[in-house]
């Protein structure tokens, strides 16, 4: 393990110096590890490996503590706080001037760091897929790892096209002399068809095993099923997504409550992707974070979207009561969200009191919050693992892949059924004879709940096209209404690489519009 953290620092430092040098694309953030002693044996190779997953977890002890805000490394929940799900009052990552359109090319936190981290990665999986043919391994073995490193660089490059849209596609390391070099941006299309390709060579290369911190061939097709729904692929997400629900390798887990702490993340059937932890030496701030800072609130309008255990919303089901609000509601409430007078730790002299708490929205996280330790502190050690994806997501995506397609048929009532009456939940199934557009409305309902302050909300809203309406509704507990200009759709590219692209004569690399 020391080793590994050790390698760990070697490549993230590595990268940054790189990135400040020059810029977060021409430079090979691992060109200056000794060829005499390295890239020699598998060891090598399952070292160098891990510091490419190792990017998913932004903000452990490993890389600094101080980018616990940047929306990696246990503080993806920070993204919800751009959505009606979430708030913060908070400076950290700068998420609190995105969430109310305060963008420009030159805002730093999360509209730089998503582009930093995901090249330093991105440069990482490169450099790893020319070296691992210098190491002696068999056909399948060295196959299986070109798909992991496929996998994690396709994972980036998702993100990047996400936020981006055109994006500088580079898939073989840029030297240190080639400094110089002028890339352009490519168009998404391109990008989205390197990722799909990516993902392809992963999902038939990958060992079809329930995941155990590996990339496996059902992590790789889950998310091809979000690649293709992202872009509006339908029939190929809605197949994608079966072919893992056939090849059933994964499933439900038996509470839902066990997806978000240890140690009923360990071995559970139904996470396929996530960020892992194992303290000391590789540890996540997340308890900390959400529980010690209070730095994100949970916005009632979320908590008045959970239905009641008819099936109904609070404003049409009989069992809603004013007067005792979280009574009779759907369970993931309370595994979700602490609601006033809900213990925070393990005694009644942790109950929750928003005004004595500072938390002006009134609401505070549970899921993924430890209460065995609180009350936290800085150097409160998290093991928590960040899911990423898991087997609901691969129901829900089927349902709403196949519902455009081909309309509501009973495949996708029993998708979303699933999700519905999973143990510990219970609740009644979809009512019968949905039109396309009601079933619609109810799985973009169900994903709210289901994945609620898992960092989703954000991407959902963006591939409905709801960011622009839902957003300027939303009134924080500071009583300001947000704004979304639509240029916020998408992200502009940091300043400084368009000031570097300048410098080298590259007019290929322009700035998103508005910016």
């Known amino acids: 393990m020391k080793r590994l953290i050790v390698f760990s620092i070697i490549l993230s430092v590595l990268a940054m110096f790189s990135s400040c040098k020059k810029d977060f694309l021409q430079k090979d953030p691992l060109a200056q590890l000794s060829q005499n002693t390295f890239w020699k044996t598998q060891n090598d190779a399952d070292l160098a490996l891990a510091g490419c997953y190792n990017f998913l977890c932004r903000g452990n002890n490993a890389t600094s503590v101080s980018n616990a805000g940047a929306g990696f490394g246990g503080a993806y929940m920070f993204w919800e706080s751009l959505t009606d799900n979430g708030y913060t009052n908070s400076s950290a990552g700068n998420f609190l001037n995105v969430a109310t359109g305060n963008i420009e090319a030159t805002t730093t936190g999360i509209i730089s760091d998503a582009y930093k981290y995901s090249y330093q990665a991105i440069a990482a999986c490169n450099l790893f897929l020319v070296r691992i043919n210098d190491i002696p391994l068999s056909a399948t073995v060295r196959n299986q790892y070109i798909a992991e490193a496929k996998f994690i660089r396709a994972y980036h490059y998702f993100l990047l096209s996400q936020l981006y849209g055109d994006c500088v596609l580079t898939l073989k390391p840029l030297s240190f002399d080639q400094a110089s070099i002028t890339v352009p941006r490519s168009p998404k299309s391109l990008v989205v068809d390197s990722v799909l390709a990516d993902l392809n060579y992963a999902a038939a290369n990958l060992p079809n095993t329930p995941y155990s911190g590996h990339a496996v061939r059902g992590t790789a097709l889950a998310y091809k099923a979000k690649v293709l729904l992202a872009n509006g692929q339908y029939k190929e997400a809605a197949d994608a997504a079966k072919l893992v629900m056939t090849e059933n390798k994964f499933g439900l887990a038996g509470t839902y409550s ?95 009191d928003p005004a004595a708490a500072a938390v002006p929205s009134g609401f505070l996280p549970r899921k993924g919050i430890d209460p065995t330790r609180f009350p936290t502190t800085y150097a409160t050690q998290s093991d928590q693992d960040w899911v990423l994806m898991r087997y609901a997501d691969v129901l829900l995506m089927y349902a709403e892949a196949q519902n455009e397609f081909s309309g509501p048929d009973l495949t996708v009532y029993d998708a979303v059924n699933k999700i519905r009456t999973r143990t510990g939940v219970n609740l009644p199934g979809l009512p019968n004879g949905l039109s396309q557009s009601d079933m619609r409305t109810k799985i973009r309902h169900e994903r709210r709940i289901e994945f609620a302050l898992e960092g989703q909300r954000f991407f959902d809203l963006k591939r409905w096209r709801f960011d622009r309406i839902i957003i300027p509704t939303i009134k924080d507990p500071n009583n300001a209404f947000r704004t979304f200009p639509l240029r916020d759709t998408i992200w502009p590219v940091p300043q400084s690489e368009i000031e570097i692209a300048k410098s080298v004569g590259n007019t290929g690399f322009k700035q998103n519009p508005g910016y």
Not at 276 to 294: E, K, L
Not at 298 to 314: F, N, R, W
């Open 258 to 352: 066990s997806l978000f702490l240890k140690p009923g993340q360990n071995n559970n059937p139904e996470i396929m992707f996530s960020a892992r932890y194992s303290p000391p030496s590789f540890y996540s701030p997340q308890d900390w974070v959400f529980s010690y800072t209070n730095s994100l609130n949970v916005l009632k309008y979320l908590v008045d979207d959970y239905e009641c255990t008819d099936g109904l919303s609070i404003q049409s089901s009989p069992l809603y009561n004013a007067a005792t609000p979280y009574i009779n509601r759907d369970p993931r409430l309370k595994m979700t969200v602490i609601v006033p007078g809900d213990w925070r730790g393990t005694t009644a002299a942790t109950a929750f």
